[in-house]
């Protein structure tokens, strides 16, 4: 084989190394098998590989594609959905995305409760999507009025609906079993020393890390996580959960609990990190000035979790994260000089980056 010919072959890898990429089966095929990028500079800073995985490159625009598609799967096998029903979830935002485009391709409908807290960005992208969307003011899981116990109220209160339950549905979880952690493995070439990422549902972290410790015992599993979450400090203080305190400028990640997807492998988890917001905010504007990537905030408080563990694991580690989102969905909040500085964020980000705030 001439070196051209080499080179062509190598350009088409995704999973399965020297195949090239066919036509997909509509939007449900295009799912997965998204790029990993060596990210240059902070690889160069640390003399490690961080490595992340380009998740806002599946077609829903996140990394909840991946859940989405296989909680209405779980629902189609179970029977609990026929033809022409309804999916209702509680979410964040991105997951309620990813179900809005999944029940578009198969004909169903979508109803989406999420907190109030959340991005008019998702909000309007939800609606255009056709979906059924219910703000709702951000209250304790606990709490009845919760927006996940408001979905399951409606989906119990229809024919042909069902709940999708993101996040203790370990349909959840499958899904990174069955591909996200497949398809790091294989683009590392088994390579890996290190995963590290946040958690919401707990379903990313949970089936990446089961996948990869059964093929490779001696890879590291770190969780990442924001201010106002609990689980930095449960894994950090012999597994005691405390109370809820603070809040962070990330969406979709930090949670009060242990969810069903992430119970099962806690055992996996070597260690944890904590990542203040203003090291996720500098990080942020970093990506996009020194590599060129616009991701929102969750994906840079992974990114700063990969740098924190590479410089634990040592010079020459590899490390893998994964950048959840583009910051389409946030950027009339990330790049508001008004909305940073009511933050007290203004001062986390150097001088020479404050050029990428252009909003008012």
Not at 60 to 79: F, I, P, T, W
Not at 230 to 245: C, D, I, N, P, Q
Not at 275 to 285: F, G, N, P, Q, S
Request: glycine share 10%; proline share 4%; hydrophobic share 35%.
């Amino acid at each position: 084989m001439n070196s051209f010919r080499l080179l062509a072959r190598r350009s088409f890898t995704t999973v399965h190394p020297g195949t090239r990429p066919g036509i997909t089966n509509g939007f449900i095929g295009a799912i997965g098998n998204t790029p990993l990028i060596r990210l240059n500079r902070l690889s160069e800073e640390t003399g490690s590989e961080i490595l992340a995985k380009a998740e806002f490159m599946n077609p829903g625009g996140s990394v909840k594609d991946r859940a989405a598609l296989y909680v209405v799967k779980d629902a189609e096998e179970k029977g609990l959905i026929r033809p022409g029903g309804t999916v209702v979830e509680g979410t964040a935002g991105n997951t309620g995305i990813g179900l809005a485009h999944v029940c578009r391709a198969k004909g169903y409908k979508c109803v989406i409760y999420m907190p109030n807290t959340q991005s008019q960005e998702k909000i309007d992208l939800l609606r255009m999507l056709g979906a059924e969307v219910y703000p709702v003011p951000a209250v304790a899981f606990d709490n009845p009025d919760n927006y996940n116990h408001q979905a399951k109220r409606h989906a119990d209160s229809l024919e042909n609906a069902v709940w999708t339950n993101q996040f203790d549905n370990i349909a959840n979880r499958r899904a990174h079993i069955e591909t996200t952690g497949p398809e790091i493995f294989a683009q590392t070439e088994g390579k890996v020393d290190g995963f590290v990422c946040a958690t919401g549902t707990g379903g990313s972290l949970a089936g990446t890390a089961r996948y990869l410790k059964e093929q490779k015992p001696a890879v590291k599993i770190f969780l990442a996580d924001p201010p106002g979450s609990v689980l930095y400090s449960y894994f950090t203080s012999g597994r005691k959960l405390f109370e809820r305190a603070g809040s962070s400028i990330t969406e979709g990640i930090g949670q009060g609990r242990v969810t069903d997807n992430l119970a099962p492998d806690v055992d996996l988890i070597d260690g944890a990190l904590h990542v203040k917001d203003e090291e996720t905010i500098e990080m942020l504007y970093r990506l996009l000035d020194e590599e060129g990537i616009y991701v929102g905030a969750s994906s840079a408080l992974n990114v700063c979790a990969a740098v924190k563990m590479a410089k634990e694991l040592g010079k020459g580690s590899k490390v893998v994260t994964l950048l959840c989102d583009g910051a389409y969905r946030y950027q009339s909040r990330l790049f508001s000089r008004q909305w940073l500085e009511a933050k007290g964020l203004t001062g986390a980000i150097p001088e020479h980056l404050k050029k990428y705030a252009v909003l008012p």
